[in-house]
């Protein structure tokens, strides 16, 4: 492979680029765009829930039961109200998320060790903000339930004198200690930016050649089809690889996303995926006529796939199972999980070498399918 030639084709490409604002925009504007939106608009954390309560009994016991909701960050009171009527009222207009009815006989049956009850109306029309807003109230009621029998429990152990053995359970989280759905979502985006800027881009080379007529000058020059392929490519991934560094950068200025694991293995795999990546593109570039239909079917192949079906916001293991047999194809799914696995787990190579190998094997395969329908073309 002749070195001029390849630098020529580059160099073409890189000037070109420089002419393009929308390319300029593609490469620093819509990645740090994309980060921030994902970054701060998706969140699986459910905090600050408004809550309406109806304190019916207004005891000392229901005040302490109330201030566990108050002083919870998960639960904000948004007003004690006076009648039943004011709780529905609030949540038929949206004002609050939860309404807490306490019955007027709450202390009365806690006194003479029945089991009381109260009643949580639950706005259901966010059934993933309901969900875990109830698993919250469940936990907050069993807290207080629990202080409630152990304090019965030590009054009559202190008479009666007899041990009674306990069973305590304590939950120590690994890799995200604190629980933030940003750490978990972060290297998702990174995964998800790079298929879709990496696709775009390349998307567009030979077929804006084709657009513009030049095509024919290119092929009837002695530039061989594997320079011709190879030096377009080479600016794109610099640029492509260049997002990754800025998006990797940010993500750590603006969510304090570390990276555990090591740094050189989280660029090797990057390059890895990115080669798979633009496969993908200068594939679509050989099969599609316009700079339109191009940009069409790589948002298409990009942005669908890699946010629906590669376990970013849907759990892979909670799909059908014939979705989950497509998912199998889709190289974001396997970067993600190694995105993971260095970002928050730490872990070294020997715990994602099989995803390494199929995002390698996906970009060789593409690839060579992207030279094997070049090859058509200019016969």
Do not use: C
């Not at 000037?15 to 604002?21: F, K, V």
């Not at 995964?191 to 513009?212: N, S």
């Not at 555990?260 to 496969?279: D, E, N, P």
């Amino acid at each position: 492979m002749r070195h001029s030639p390849l630098r020529a084709i580059a160099r073409k490409e890189f000037i070109q680029i420089q002419r393009d604002r929308a390319t300029i925009y593609m490469v620093f504007v819509f990645p740090l765009m994309m980060l921030v939106l994902y970054g701060f608009g998706i969140r699986y954390d459910v905090k600050s829930v408004p809550v309406t309560v109806l304190d019916r009994d207004e005891t000392p016991q229901t005040r302490q039961y109330i201030e566990r909701f108050a002083h919870s960050p998960y639960f904000t009171i948004k007003r004690y109200a006076k009648a039943y009527r004011d709780l529905q009222e609030d949540i038929d207009r949206g004002e609050t998320r939860i309404g807490l009815v306490i019955p007027p006989d709450f202390t009365e049956r806690l006194s003479s060790n029945r089991e009381a009850t109260v009643q949580v109306v639950v706005d259901g029309t966010d059934n993933n903000t309901a969900t875990i807003a109830m698993s919250y109230v469940t936990a907050i009621t069993q807290d207080y339930s629990s202080a409630v029998v152990a304090e019965r429990m030590d009054a009559l152990l202190r008479r009666t004198q007899i041990p009674v053995p306990a069973i305590k359970a304590e939950s120590r989280v690994w890799f995200n200690p604190n629980l933030e759905s940003v750490q978990f979502i972060v290297p998702g985006i990174i995964a998800i930016i790079m298929m879709i800027i990496g696709t775009v881009l390349t998307a567009i080379t030979i077929v804006r050649e084709k657009e513009q007529g030049t095509i024919e000058q290119i092929v009837s020059s002695p530039i061989g089809r594997y320079e011709l392929m190879i030096g377009k490519v080479i600016p794109y991934a610099a640029l492509s690889y260049l997002d990754f560094l800025l998006i990797v950068l940010a993500s750590s200025l603006l969510f304090h996303v570390a990276i555990k694991g090591s740094v050189a293995l989280l660029f090797l795999t990057a390059f890895t995926y990115l080669i798979g990546v633009l496969g993908v593109g200068i594939l679509i570039s050989t099969v599609t006529h316009t700079q339109i239909s191009a940009m069409l079917t790589a948002i298409s192949a990009s942005v669908l796939p890699s946010v629906l079906l590669s376990g970013f916001i849907f759990p892979i293991q909670q799909m059908p199972r014939i979705i989950q047999v497509l998912t199998i194809v889709v190289p974001a799914r396997y970067f993600i999980e190694i995105l993971r696995d260095i970002y928050l787990k730490g872990l070294g190579f020997e715990a994602f070498w099989k995803e390494t190998l199929y995002i390698t094997l996906f970009g060789l395969v593409t690839i060579g399918l992207a030279a094997r329908r070049f090859q058509k073309k200019l016969g």
